[in-house]
């Protein structure tokens, strides 16, 4: 028998209907936020950006000679936080619309910070390939370290290296037995394309004691002064061009020397060319190419590793969204269920209800309460998660205290024809960048291929060379005059040493010229020979190389089928889930329609607490469940942009910001709303 009491009847009847009436009307239909009032302002990109450098260009010698030899400046890593991100925070709270993440994120995101130095690193590589100096080779993997977004949890992906955590098409792998290194750049000896200069400055004082009677002297005192120059280069055909000029000047106290000071220069010139092994632009230039292919493969895979980190970031941006809206669902079941309590305990007190239901009610509570408290911690670390991905640095008090609020919603589309599957497929197969950077690298790899097999032949480099010798000096004072009564050795000054000026002194200027004059000329050809007995090492290397060869060939090919499978799977995601969220809605429309109806029985006696506790229960699961829907349809929307290579496009994305790391037009990101 129910209290006749006007007042209890007329409050039950009141929660019950205000209760439905808001559930009714209340039940989000799409992920909407609440956003509190704020100033907005406008954030001004700077104009003073500094100019972006082309490390593959060396310092010019003009009009500063000592420029090549000095330590080029690169500015240390900005590792500061923008004016961007503070201009978004208002009254402690950080706004956040899904464009203004993705903006944040390729001017802060250290991934992509990351992969940025990559580029230039590539571009040293052009340099070192252009003075003949092989390649260091650049990591072109994706950079995954950022927690969150589905992408290796909150720990990342530990792969191969500081500059990317997933191998990249000219990277190297790890074998079963450690290092496996690739053929690539292997081949002849390449000379340094950059000319050589070498030289030799020294002077010397010897002073021994003579043991030789002749001299007539105790100890002998030399002098030498040593000029000696070198001049070294190679070409891109194989061709080794070689200058050398050496100079001695030489003063002694020895009677037997003719000279004193004894001047000597001489002078050789040698050109030589292979015929054999090294013969050719292709090995003599193979790192230049590879070193440009590597530079175009960084240039992919950067828009690569941007469209991996914006895929990230939205997937973030929506755990975000859902950990918001949830608070709100679970924070609305946990006032319900007071509420309930609460007139539970009133209509236990007046007789109406049975003491059990307030255990009941209690426990309900006891559950929602712990329900909010998870989705409250799960809002901070989606907070933490967000903000970390969007900043250079977490040593900031205002990022870190600011409450991340998404502004943005979704907008589901009207129900449409798709478009047709092998017209996503296509369009992946043009656009991905894997395809490029695979394509890319199998070109490489043909090209080292042609380099090894030169390597196969002997070594056979034939050379010319001219020089030349010259002498002069100043007649030896203590070298003894001949006469016609002394027929002991002596000089005869009328005619002189080889008969250079009558005896009369003979300067450096004039032996210098004789070095070109042909007085004393050195020329001929020569041939170095070099033929390795089976040659197993260049046959193996050959052999390896093409089979690489094959092996890139498989793996493009397999590339193509997986990025077919993974169109289809991405397609097949979006009709799914789209499918997911129009069930959730009609389960939320069923669970608001059942609750209505249990509180109206309950109105008029003929249910209980338990059963409205009950229903709104399920409509609680309903509403995260259509929170989950709506998200995972959002996510595969974005999935299937990235598998079809389009999400730069349909973002508005500019690769040129993300190089400079300064956005200058900002992303408008489709199928949402502010």
């Given amino acids: 028998m129910r209290l006749p009491s006007s007042s209890i009847h007329l409050r039950r009847v009141a929660t019950g209907f205000l209760a439905g009436v808001c559930a009714w009307l209340g039940t989000p239909l799409a992920i909407t936020q609440t956003v509190p009032p704020a100033t907005a302002q406008i954030y001004t990109p700077p104009t003073d950006l500094p100019a972006s450098i082309d490390y593959s260009r060396p310092r010019s010698p003009f009009p500063n000679p000592l420029a090549p030899y000095e330590a080029t400046r690169i500015a240390p890593p900005n590792l500061k936080n923008d004016a961007r991100l503070v201009s978004l925070i208002h009254d402690g709270k950080l706004m956040l619309s899904l464009n203004d993440a993705v903006a944040l994120a390729l001017e802060n995101n250290l991934d992509i910070a990351i992969a940025r130095e990559n580029l230039n ?9 252009d003075a003949g ?7 072109t993997g994706v950079v995954q370290n950022t927690p969150g977004g589905g992408v ?3 720990s990342g992906v530990v792969g191969s290296g500081t500059g990317g955590t997933s191998p990249g098409s000219a990277g190297i792998a790890t074998g079963t037995n450690g290092l496996v290194n690739s053929t690539l750049g292997l081949g002849s000896t390449i000379t340094s394309f950059d000319p050589i200069l070498t030289g030799t400055l020294q002077m010397d004082r ?19 002064g040593t000029a000696d120059l070198a001049y070294t280069q190679g070409l891109q055909w194989g061709t080794d061009v070689a200058v050398n000029f050496n100079n001695t000047h030489i003063t002694s106290n020895n009677r037997n020397n003719l000279y004193s000071p004894d001047i000597n220069a001489n002078t050789l010139y040698k050109v030589t060319q292979p015929v054999l092994q090294g013969f050719g632009k292709i090995p003599n230039t193979r790192f230049i190419r590879i070193a440009q292919n590597n530079l175009e493969i960084n240039d992919v895979a950067f828009r690569l590793q941007v469209i991996t980190t914006v895929d990230q970031i939205e997937s973030i941006y929506w755990n975000l969204v859902y950990a918001y809206e949830n608070v709100k669902v679970q924070q609305d079941a946990l006032n319900y269920s007071q509420t309930i309590l609460k007139d539970t305990r009133t209509q236990v007190k007046y007789g109406v209800d049975q003491p059990i239901q307030i255990a009941n009610a209690e426990s309900t509570v006891a559950l929602n309460q712990n329900a909010l408290i998870l989705a409250e911690t799960n809002l901070e670390l989606q907070q933490l998660l967000m903000k970390n991905a969007l900043s250079r640095t977490l040593n900031n008090s205002e990022v870190m205290e600011a409450q991340v609020v998404p502004t943005s919603t979704m907008e589901m589309p009207e129900a449409g024809p798709e478009p047709a599957m092998e017209v996503l497929v296509k369009e992946a197969l043009v656009n991905r960048a894997e395809l490029q950077e695979s394509n890319i690298d199998l070109t490489t790899r043909k090209l080292s291929e042609q380099a090894i097999n030169n390597a196969l032949r002997p070594i056979v480099d034939p050379s010319v060379y001219y020089g030349g010798s010259g002498l002069g000096g100043a007649i030896n004072p203590l070298v003894p005059r001949c006469s016609t009564t002394v027929v002991t050795r002596c000089f005869n000054q009328a005619t002189g040493p080889s008969g250079f000026r009558n005896g009369g002194p003979v300067g450096y200027g004039s032996a210098l010229g004789q070095t070109f004059n042909g007085t004393a000329p050195d020329y001929g050809v020569s041939a170095n020979i070099n033929i390795t007995l089976r040659n197993r090492t260049a046959q193996a290397n050959q052999i390896r190389s093409r089979l690489e060869d094959n092996q890139a060939e498989l793996r493009l090919q397999q590339l193509e089928n997986q990025i077919r499978i993974e169109v289809r799977n991405a397609e097949f995601g979006v009709t799914q889930n789209r499918a997911s969220v129009e069930s959730a809605r009609k389960a939320v429309d069923l669970a608001n329609q059942s609750l209505y109806a249990e509180k ?6 003929v249910s209980d607490p338990d059963n409205v506790l009950q229903m709104h229960s399920a409509l609680v699961t309903a509403q995260s469940s259509l929170l989950s829907a709506q998200v995972a349809y959002e996510e595969s929307l974005v999935e299937l942009d990235r598998a079809t290579g389009l999400l730069l496009d349909h973002t508005g994305i500019l690769i040129s910001d993300a190089r400079q790391g300064h956005v200058t037009t900002p992303p408008h990101v489709q199928g949402i709303a502010h």
């Fill in 121 to 129: 690193m590539a571009q040293t590589d052009v340099m070192r390939a």
């Fill in 133 to 139: 100096s092989s390649i260091l080779g650049v990591n």
């Fill in 206 to 224: 010897l002073h021994i004691p003579s043991t030789n009677s002749v001299n007539g002297i105790h100890r002998l005192d030399t002098n030498t």
């Fill in 152 to 154: 290796g949890g909150l």
């Fill in 600 to 605: 109206r029985r309950l109105d008029v006696g």
